[in-house]
C-alpha cells in the first residue's frame, strides 16, 4: 500500500520520488503509468508539509495569519517583526537552504501592527536548482500554519518605459513563462487536502489588497512612484537578452524577474489572498546599446532594495496595520 496517499490501492510503491501503482493510480493523471518522470508533489506530501507546520507552531507558539515572502534586499521587512521568533533554514526539518546573496535564509515568526505573521528571510528560486515544487513549499506550509495572507515581494527589471528605478509595481496579473514551457508547482498527482486539481487564476491578485495600498501610497506621498502592472517570472540566473526583452513587452509585461509567479500559484490553490509587489531594481533596456552600465547586475539589484527598503516597509506595515484592524 503506498503510504503517501498518491496511490489507489494496495500494490503501489514508491521507486526514489516515482510512485507506482499496480492497480492504476486515480490520484491524478498518472493512471496506469510506471514511471512517473518528474511528480513534483510527490518532493513534499501533505504530512510532511504538516510536520514542517507543526515544528513552527509549536516552536514559535504562535499561529501567523499573514505570510510574507521576502525578495532581494528586502530582508529588512521581517526586520520589523516584533517579538521574533527565529528559525534558520537549516534548522527546520526537511527545509532547503537559501543560496543567493540578500537570502539570509531564516524564518521569522512574530507580531506586526498586532497581526501575527511569519516571514521568510530568503527564498528559493528555480535557477538555485530546485524544482517548482519546492521552492513554493514554504507557501503551503504558511497555510498549514494558519496564514490566511500571503505578501509576496520581490525585485525585478522595469520594462515598462514608465517606470523608474526604486519604484513600486503592485501586481495585478503575471504571465508564466515557466508554465508556457510546461512546469509548474502543481505538477504531479494531486492532494485535493491543498486544493484542487485544475486552480483558476484569474483575479489571483486581491483587488482590496491592491486599492489599499494605492491609498497608502498616496498617504505617503509616492502616489508617483507606485504603479499597477503585470510580472513575469523567467528561470534565470541570466538576466534577459533585448529580444525577449521586448517580446516580454509585447506581451504586456511591466516587470520581469525570477520568483514570485509559482509562489502565487501555490498559494491561490490553497485559497490564500495574495498581495504582491516589485521593487523595479533596474530598468530593462529594450534597445541594443554597448553601454556596460545599462546591464542589469545583483549588486545594482541589492543596492536599490537597500534604498528603498524603508518606503517597502512602511508600505508593508501600514497594509498589514489595515488588515488587522479590519479584522482583529
Ligand atoms: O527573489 P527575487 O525575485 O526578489 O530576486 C530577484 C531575482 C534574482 O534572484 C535576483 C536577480 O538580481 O533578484
Ligand atoms: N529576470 C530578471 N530578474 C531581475 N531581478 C531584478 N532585476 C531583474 C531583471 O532585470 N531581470
Known amino acids: 500500500m503506498c503510504s503517501r496517499d498518491c496511490c489507489s490501492g494496495p500494490g503501489g510503491s514508491h521507486r526514489g520520488n516515482a510512485c507506482t501503482d499496480k492497480k492504476g493510480a486515480k490520484s491524478g493523471s498518472l493512471a496506469g503509468e ?15 508539509i504538516e510536520e514542517i507546520a507543526d515544528f513552527i507552531t509549536k516552536g514559535s507558539g504562535m499561529r501567523p495569519r499573514i505570510g510574507i515572502i521576502c525578495g532581494s534586499g528586502l530582508g529588512s521587512l521581517a526586520d520589523m517583526i ?3 521568533k527565529i528559525f534558520e533554514y537549516e534548522k527546520i526539518p526537511n527545509f ?49 500554519c494558519g496564514v490566511e495572507y500571503l505578501f509576496a515581494t520581490n525585485a525585478a527589471g522595469g520594462i515598462n518605459p514608465r517606470f523608474a528605478v526604486g519604484d513600486i509595481m503592485l501586481m495585478h496579473d503575471h504571465v508564466n513563462m515557466l508554465g508556457f514551457a510546461g512546469n509548474s508547482p502543481l505538477q504531479g498527482p494531486n492532494d485535493p487536502r491543498f486544493g484542487p486539481r485544475f486552480p483558476a487564476l484569474v483575479n489571483s491578485y486581491n483587488k482590496d ?53 509559482h509562489e502565487v500559484i501555490t498559494a ?61
Open 96 to 144: 532547503p537552504v537559501s543560496t543567493v546573496e540578500g537570502h539570509a535564509g531564516r524564518l521569522v515568526v512574530g507580531t506586526l501592527e498586532g497581526a501575527t505573521v511569519m516571514a521568510m528571510q530568503g527564498r528559493f528560486h528555480f535557477y538555485e536548482g530546485y524544482p517548482l515544487a519546492k521552492c513554493s513549499m514554504p507557501v503551503r506550509v504558511m497555510k498549514l
Open 34 to 48: 510506471k514511471i512517473i518522470p518528474t511528480p513534483q508533489s510527490l518532493l513534499y506530501p501533505y504530512e510532511v
Open 209 to 261: 489588497l491592491i486599492n489599499k495600498a494605492i491609498e497608502i501610497g498616496k498617504a505617503m506621498g509616492i502616489e508617483s512612484n507606485i504603479h499597477v502592472g503585470v510580472y513575469s517570472c523567467l528561470g534565470g540566473p541570466n538576466y534577459e537578452t533585448i529580444a525577449e526583452l521586448k517580446a516580454l513587452r509585447m506581451m504586456g509585461v511591466d516587470a520581469v524577474g525570477m520568483s514570485t509567479v
Open 268 to 328: 491561490r490553490h490553497c485559497d490564500m489572498k495574495v498581495f504582491a509587489f516589485s521593487l523595479i531594481t533596474n530598468k530593462c533596456a529594450t534597445e541594443y546599446s554597448d553601454k556596460k552600465d545599462e546591464e542589469a547586475n545583483h549588486e545594482e539589484v541589492m543596492a536599490v532594495a537597500k534604498n528603498r527598503q524603508k518606503a517597502c516597509c512602511e508600505l508593508v506595515s501600514r497594509l498589514i496595520r489595515e488588515i488587522h484592524m479590519a479584522s482583529p
Open 82 to 84: 516584533q517579538d521574533p
